[in-house]
Structures are given as structure tokens and as C-alpha cells.
């Protein structure tokens, strides 16, 4: 259920663009009261990218959000994903960590890739060049 309408679709198989083998993206575990240690970590090894696997329905807290928009002004994409196994992400709120400021600091929702799928895919990505909005456009599941 999406806000005022149900959502039942399968999504096409990914044709990813590009070979992985030499593009680093991590994945950074977020959990309640977490600092930015990992995610700082992972800029420091020079990542191209990060993929959070985040909070429900794709939150943190305001210390990841100031590092997620360090990233994102050093070029470094920031995909949101969950490890809540099934659901659609959507930034909902804000309030100092919400899905909302996460976005806001630069970050891409995917809405339906779950963290692994989703470090694929943005590495893919990465490697094959792609502007920022095509790498929005590649993790917006509602409008292919």
C-alpha cells in the first residue's frame, strides 16, 4: 500500500551496464544510535559509492545524514536501501534522520532492491559512467 493506492507489480529482469570487478561499493549497516564510523570508513577506503542498508522504511539519524551529504558533495553516490525483507521504501519523513533528510542530503532511495541488489546495481552503474539522474532513475522501481 502506497499512501492512497495499492502497488502489486513485478519488476523487469536488470540488465547491468557495465562489469564490477573493479568498483568498489560498500555496504553500510545502520542501526539505532549508530555513528558514522563505518560510513566514514568507507569513504577513507576511497569507495565508489555506498549503499545504507537502512531502518524500516529507509531512515538513520541526523549523524548519517551529515555524512551521507559529505559524500554526495565529494561525488560519492549514496543509495538507501532496508534489510526489511519486503516493501516498498519511501522517503516519508524528515526530523533529523528520516528517509526525507536522507534524500535531501543527496542520497537515492531504492525502493524495492534490497542492500546486495542494490550494491550491484549502483556498481554497475558507477563503472559504466551514469549521471546522477540516471542512477535515480535506475532505482525509482514505480516509473521505469
Same mark, same amino acid.
Given at each position: 500500500?502506497?499512501?492512497? #493506492?495499492?502497488?502489486?507489480?513485478?519488476?523487469? +529482469?536488470? #540488465?547491468?551496464?557495465?562489469?564490477?570487478?573493479?568498483?568498489?561499493?560498500?555496504?553500510?549497516?545502520? !542501526?539505532? @544510535?549508530?555513528?558514522?564510523? !563505518?560510513? #566514514?570508513?568507507?569513504?577513507?577506503?576511497q569507495? !565508489? @559509492?555506498?549503499?545504507?542498508?537502512?531502518?524500516?522504511?529507509?531512515?538513520?539519524?541526523?549523524?548519517?545524514?551529515?555524512?551521507?551529504?559529505?559524500?554526495?558533495?565529494?561525488?560519492?553516490?549514496?543509495v538507501? =536501501? =532496508?534489510?526489511?525483507?519486503?516493501?516498498?521504501?519511501?522517503?516519508?519523513?524528515?526530523?533529523? @534522520?528520516? @528517509? !526525507?533528510?536522507?534524500?535531501?542530503? $543527496? +542520497?537515492?532511495? =531504492?525502493?524495492?532492491?534490497?542492500? $546486495?541488489?542494490?550494491r550491484?546495481?549502483?556498481?554497475?552503474?558507477?563503472?559504466?559512467?551514469?549521471?546522477?539522474?540516471?542512477?535515480?532513475?535506475?532505482?525509482?522501481?514505480?516509473?521505469?
Amino acid at each position: 500500500m502506497l499512501s492512497d #493506492r495499492c502497488a502489486i507489480w513485478r519488476p523487469d +529482469a536488470i #540488465r547491468l551496464p557495465a562489469s564490477i570487478s573493479a568498483t568498489r561499493v560498500d555496504i553500510v549497516a545502520i !542501526h539505532p @544510535g549508530c555513528d558514522d564510523l !563505518h560510513l #566514514r570508513a568507507s569513504i577513507q577506503a576511497q569507495s !565508489h @559509492g555506498i549503499v545504507l542498508a537502512a531502518l524500516g522504511s529507509g531512515n538513520a539519524n541526523a549523524t548519517i545524514v551529515a555524512a551521507v551529504k559529505e559524500c554526495t558533495k565529494n561525488n560519492i553516490p549514496v543509495v538507501v =536501501s =532496508s534489510r526489511v525483507p519486503t516493501g516498498v521504501l519511501v522517503p516519508g519523513y524528515g526530523g533529523g @534522520g528520516g @528517509g !526525507h533528510d536522507l534524500v535531501a542530503a $543527496g +542520497a537515492v532511495h =531504492s525502493q524495492t532492491l534490497r542492500p $546486495g541488489q542494490a550494491r550491484i546495481l549502483l556498481a554497475s552503474l558507477i563503472a559504466s559512467k551514469a549521471p546522477k539522474d540516471a542512477i535515480i532513475r535506475a532505482f525509482d522501481d514505480l516509473n521505469p
